[in-house]
């Protein structure tokens, strides 16, 4: 079986800066020049940006957002309710009606920055057809 040589010595795609990917996703525009929308509705990516036509239809975030959604919320949540109830001791209705708002609140405040922040991870690493 021969290997063609000028497949192994061409060069490597260049790289692509994380960081301002990663900015512009959490502020929910695109990976690349970060000043289209990054979303058509809620959650449902554009399958190309509307200013500088990068193609984002292979973008595959799958549970990643819904866990870091749930991991911080859970996180920040639990531990401010344990506070609250330390320090004033509220009535549990209260206490639950209170939190149950807090962490719906927060946790769709967070799925969507979540999920362009992975998209902006997986433009600059290249990732899924990028």
Not at 9 to 38: D, F, M, Q
Not at 92 to 103: E, N, R
Request: with cysteine.
């Amino acid at each position: 079986m021969e290997t063609d040589t000028a497949d192994i010595y061409s060069p490597a795609p260049a790289e692509r800066p994380t960081w301002p990917a990663v900015r512009n996703g959490l502020s929910h525009k695109c990976p690349k020049c970060g000043e289209g929308g990054l979303y058509e509705k809620y959650l449902t990516l554009r399958t190309e940006c509307p200013s500088c036509g990068e193609d984002l239809s292979h973008a595959r975030a799958d549970d990643g957002p819904a866990y870091l959604s749930i991991l911080l919320t859970a996180k920040v949540m639990g531990t401010l309710q344990l506070v609250v109830y330390e320090q004033w001791q509220p009535e549990p209705w209260l206490l639950a009606l209170t939190f149950c708002i807090g962490v719906t609140v927060m946790a769709l405040a967070l799925l969507p920055r979540f999920k362009g922040m992975i998209v902006g991870i997986q433009w600059a690493k290249r990732m899924h057809g990028f």
